[in-house]
Each structure stands twice: as C-alpha cells, then as structure tokens.
C-alpha cells in the first residue's frame, strides 16, 4: 500500500518546539517532492514548506520562515519538519504531500492523513 504517514504532532507550549516526521511506505520518497501543509479549522489549506527531491532546495510560507526547517533523510524514507517559537496561530493539522518531481512543483500524488498542532499556553 502506498501512503505517507505523519507523526511527532501535539501539545506544546507557545515558544516550545515540535518535530513532525512524514514517512512513505510502499514508494521511494527519494525521488520525490515534499511538502507540508497545515488546515485550522475554518480557514483554507496553507502551503507550508516543501523540499525539492534532492533537498538542495527549499522554501517557506512567510509565517514560518526563519522559524521552521524542512529537512530529509533518503535512508530512512522520512521528510521533516522542525517548528520551534511555535505560536498560537500555528496550531493546525499538518500534512504532508509528494509529486514525483525533481523540485516543488505544486502538484502532489500522495497526501498523509494529518497529525494535530495544537500550541497553548
């Protein structure tokens, strides 16, 4: 079966720190695109960060730049996303995507399922 599958979500404390991790199964995520996007409720699907496929390069939504790091690690077929001085207004689900493409495209195969953000004091 192929999916991704997202995890590291949770509670934290506004400045706190939360590492997600988006893992394939079934497929090489080496050789695709990845992004991370996050839904609060009411409000549309936000772009937040997306790595090409060799990670050589990367880019971020304006409100989380300087603030989160999208990495990968082909060995372990797993995307991250590091979120530190989350705020409030990060609190969301995040998901992961990822086209079969060399760099961020916009156009995603496969989506994950979700995993909470939820930043309160």
């Known amino acids: 079966q192929l999916q991704l599958v997202e995890s590291g979500g949770g509670l934290v404390h506004p400045g706190g720190s939360l590492r997600l991790s988006c893992a394939a199964s079934?497929?090489?995520?080496?050789?695709?695109?990845v992004a991370w996007f996050r839904q609060a409720p009411g409000t549309e699907r936000e772009g937040v960060s997306c790595?090409?496929?060799?990670?050589?390069?990367?880019n971020y939504a304006d409100s989380v730049k300087g603030r989160y790091t999208i990495s990968r690690d082909n060995a372990k077929n797993t995307v991250y996303l590091q979120m530190n001085s989350l705020k409030p207004e990060d609190t969301a689900v995040y998901y992961c995507?990822?086209?079969?493409?060399?760099?961020?495209?916009?156009?995603?195969?496969?989506w994950g399922q979700g995993t909470q953000v939820t930043v309160s004091s």
């Open positions: 995507a990822a086209g079969p493409y060399s760099h961020c495209s916009g156009r995603y195969d496969y």
């Open positions: 079934g497929f090489t995520l080496e050789y695709y695109a």
């Open positions: 790595i090409s496929m060799s990670g050589g390069s990367t």
